[in-house]
Every structure is written in structure tokens, then in C-alpha cells.
């Protein structure tokens, strides 16, 4: 099969976007390249607390499993076959929770005029408003620990009709700086 390259659409990555004329027929002054920031380590946070949900939802059935097979009937396949149901429980549980923490948590955040751009975890791409008509609020502030290097934010941002809540590294959303940096420092 052989693809036949169509024009980019209006809008489309692949097509640039031509800069405004101002009085007297000139071009106005080009807007800045669109600053597409990586989020990581509102991703390592994500993967830790993953690790130690699954660790915790494995301890918690390891106790279940001794505890079963302590009893008077823990040899019978009654045992086993109830042994088994909750190990599904248990790694469904675990599934679920892993899915909750990594979707919080999405891979980068593009900033231009036009529009803000949230690449989720698993492939969905959110749109908002660009800079200056896009609205954020830190819902709460996670400190530098165990779990992230650097301060991670809960930030819901909203604009036109959408309103959506992630896990960010701090600072990611504010403007960049002469060097590239959110906050004065060098892009990371």
C-alpha cells in the first residue's frame, strides 16, 4: 500500500500558522514556539506510590494466606479455592490503583498562545485555552521527599468547557524564562 501525503489541515502540527498583518499591510511580530515541558518527577512520584500500593495490597493478602492456611481447615480445597478468589481481588485491586496513581500523573505539558496542551499517562491529550486565558489552581502541595526530588503540585485547570485535575511538578505551568526554565532555571 502506498500513502499518498494529503495537505495539512488548518490547525494540523504540520502546517505553520501565518503571523498577523498590522495596519500598513506589514507582519506583525511571530508568536513564540509552543514550550512542551516533560513531567517527571510527578512521575516518579506516580510510579513510587505505585510500588508501594502493590507492596502493601501484596502484604496485606500475604497475611490473608497465612492466616488461612493457620485454621483448623486450611489444608481443605475449600481454602484453596477461596485463597484464589481473593488473590483475583487482590491483583484487580492492585490493577486499579496503579491505573488511578500513573493517570493522575501525565507525560508533559505544552505551552503556546494558542492553546495548552496535557498529554495523559496513557495517550489522551487534553486542549485548553492558550497562555493568559488558561485558569489553574493548586488544589494542594506535595513536598520534596521520598516520593519526588522536587515539589509536586495538584493543579486543576480549566477552561472553555473543560476542567481536568493532575499531578504536576511544580512550576510547570508558569511562563518560561530568557534561559527556558519555568522558574530561572534550566529546562529539565
Not at 510510579?47 to 507492596?55: E, K, N, P, T
Amino acid at each position: 500500500m502506498v500513502r499518498v501525503p494529503r495537505a495539512a489541515a488548518a490547525g494540523s502540527p504540520g502546517r505553520a500558522v501565518p503571523r498577523p498583518l498590522v495596519p500598513g499591510g506589514e507582519l506583525g511580530p511571530a508568536s513564540p514556539p509552543p514550550s512542551r515541558r516533560p513531567n517527571r518527577a510527578a512521575t516518579a512520584r506516580a510510579i513510587r506510590l505505585s510500588v508501594l500500593y502493590v507492596l502493601a495490597i501484596g502484604g496485606i493478602y500475604a497475611v490473608l494466606v497465612t492466616v488461612a492456611l493457620a485454621g483448623p481447615t486450611g489444608g481443605s480445597p475449600g481454602t484453596a479455592s477461596d485463597l484464589t478468589w481473593i488473590g483475583v481481588l487482590a491483583a484487580a485491586l492492585a490493577a486499579l490503583g496503579v491505573a488511578v496513581s500513573l493517570g493522575a500523573a501525565p507525560r508533559w505539558v505544552e505551552l503556546s498562545d494558542a492553546e495548552t496542551v496535557v498529554m495523559g499517562r496513557f495517550g489522551r491529550r487534553y486542549s485548553f485555552p492558550g497562555r493568559g486565558r488558561v485558569r489553574t489552581t493548586v488544589l494542594q502541595r506535595f513536598p520534596s521527599g521520598f516520593l519526588a526530588s522536587v515539589a509536586i503540585e495538584s493543579v486543576e485547570i480549566s477552561g472553555g468547557s473543560t476542567r481536568r485535575s493532575f499531578l504536576l511538578d511544580e512550576g510547570l505551568l508558569e511562563p518560561a524564562n530568557a534561559d527556558g526554565g519555568p522558574d530561572g532555571t534550566a529546562p529539565r
